[in-house]
């Protein structure tokens, strides 16, 4: 049984940095890409960045580009989310998802397991 879960979150203030991380179970292939989204109150839910696991090749969203990274290791099964210099537009609830591809994480498609999400709370 593949199971996702995420950890990590918390109340920060603007500019402080958090950790997210991801731990997966159950899956050896089927967790081979990996992604994080986020959604905020009355928003749709928007991609954040992605990974592959084999290489380590990542993708990010313009909007975390140079404050966020996402990376992995493979010995605790765990994807991790490193974000710094956090700004009151990035809170919101993160959830990590696997997918068949870094392109269809990008684009939101074909996500077959998410995690139950992290709560990350920026205050100005």
């Known amino acids: 049984q593949v199971q996702l879960v995420e950890s990590g979150g918390g109340s920060v203030g603007t500019g402080e940095n958090l950790r997210l991380s991801c731990v997966t179970s159950?899956?050896?292939?089927?967790?081979?890409?990996m992604g994080w989204f986020r959604q905020a109150p009355g928003k749709e839910r928007e991609w954040v960045a992605a990974?592959?696991?084999?290489?380590?090749?990542?993708l990010h969203a313009d909007s975390v580009k140079g404050r966020f990274t996402i990376s992995h290791d493979n010995a605790v099964n765990t994807v991790y989310l490193q974000m710094n210099s956090l700004k009151p537009e990035d809170t919101g609830i993160y959830y990590c998802?696997?997918?068949?591809?870094?392109?269809?994480?990008?684009?939101?498609?074909?996500?077959?397991?998410w995690g139950r999400g992290t709560q990350v709370t920026v205050s100005s």
């Open positions: 159950g899956c050896a292939y089927t967790c081979n890409y």
């Open positions: 998802a696997a997918g068949p591809s870094l392109n269809a994480i990008r684009a939101g498609r074909d996500l077959n397991y």
């Open positions: 990974i592959y696991r084999g290489s380590g090749i990542a």
